[in-house]
């Protein structure tokens, strides 16, 4: 249960959600000085609080006391389901080798890249990744998508219209194409889908502050329950606001502690829901370095706790004037790096004549 189900004010619940007490778990262990102190209220309100928090705690064990045992399932069960779990291409080849046929579905995956990465040329080359799988996500399970939508959390503000338009105008080309290969012999099946279709079927928030952002988290269990077709979450990105003016480094760590979890849970329980349905989340991620064996390494940004967080890591980075992506983490898949390009249709193969996947 979240604390806005609480039955209090909304300054105080703001208050809570500022000091990271996003769930009645995350209360179980505060006591009310402490509470009083963090919050800036009195020992009252703290108390009030926590014991609105304890009984919320216990009704949700009643409601849920057999939800363990009826969600259990065999390690078979369990195989034989990830052999049938569908992935979101990223349009480019050797990249969805690289992640096992594309972005794993039910999984929370992350991504960065150095400053300039997506940039090549023209400002509409911005931000191709993350919009590529926006839209990508909506691909007909007839051309091996998974006919889904997208949510977009923008924290930077950098999302462009304007690229997602190019994009989709590329994919329902690519998707015409690939139907004239397929049934070259007879007579092409049209394309039903148009640009303006992709476009509204893609979610779009902007948040301004870490309180926001956690807000929404919260909101998207609601969120996608009404819209069940939902199917990939993508956060632009989770780490900006979480960088700026944090001198509570502990508070930091508990917010974005919270917010995985949180995160973690939405994809597995719309995976589990349904069976034909999955959920993705993809976070977006800034890099940084630190110094490892002897030298300076890139690596993604709020350290090695928030590394814990996601199930697949992916950096992106340049070798000479060639993009590439880097699988530093992956519970099924080695780690190995693959090249890829962005074009004014999107992300796509290589132009390099050396597309072999390099392992590190």
């Not at 476009?199 to 929404?216: D, H, K, P």
């Not at 917010?255 to 597995?268: D, F, H, I």
């Amino acid at each position: 249960m979240e604390v806005g189900r609480l039955p209090i004010s909304a300054t105080l619940r703001g208050k809570l959600i500022s000091s990271g007490y996003t769930t009645l778990s995350s209360l179980a262990s505060v006591s009310p000085s402490n509470l009083a102190r963090e919050l800036e209220i009195s020992n009252n309100e703290a108390f009030e609080v926590l014991k609105l928090a304890s009984h919320g705690r216990g009704l949700d064990r009643s409601e849920g006391s057999g939800a363990i045992v009826n969600g259990a399932e065999t390690a078979w069960d369990m195989l034989h389901k990830e052999q049938f779990i569908p992935r979101i291409t990223t349009s480019c080849a050797d990249l969805d080798n690289l992640l096992g046929g594309g972005i794993n579905v039910s999984e929370v995956t992350e991504i960065g890249g150095v400053p300039g990465i997506e940039i090549k040329r023209h400002n509409l080359f911005v931000r191709g990744n993350r919009i590529q799988l926006a839209v990508n996500v909506q691909i007909p399970g007839a051309f091996g998508g998974v006919g889904g939508k997208a949510v977009y959390i923008d924290t930077e503000g950098s999302f462009m219209v304007e690229r997602a338009l190019q994009i989709a105008e590329a994919c329902i080309e690519d998707m015409s194409d690939y139907s004239v290969l397929l049934k070259k012999n007879a007579i092409p099946h049209q394309i039903q889908i148009e640009p303006k279709n992709i476009l509204e079927n893609i979610f779009y928030f902007r948040v301004c502050s870490y309180t926001e952002q956690i807000a929404l988290i919260n909101y998207l269990d609601k969120f996608i329950t009404e819209h069940k077709d939902v199917k990939v979450v993508i956060v632009d990105s989770v780490t900006f606001h979480f960088r700026q003016n944090f001198d509570d480094l502990a508070l930091r760590t508990r917010l974005l502690s919270e917010m995985a979890l949180k995160l973690m849970k939405l994809a597995k329980k719309f995976s589990l829901a349904v069976r034909i349905n999955h959920l993705v989340v993809v976070l977006f991620n800034q890099v940084t370095t630190k110094f490892a064996e002897g030298s300076f390494q890139l690596t993604l940004a709020l350290g090695d706790s928030w590394s814990h967080s996601c199930t697949n890591r992916i950096i992106l980075y340049w070798n000479g004037d060639e993009r590439y992506a880097y699988l530093e983490k992956s519970p099924s898949l080695q780690s190995a790096s693959a090249p890829y390009s962005v074009t004014c249709r999107g992300i796509r193969n290589s132009t390099s004549s050396n597309k072999r996947t390099k392992m590190m």
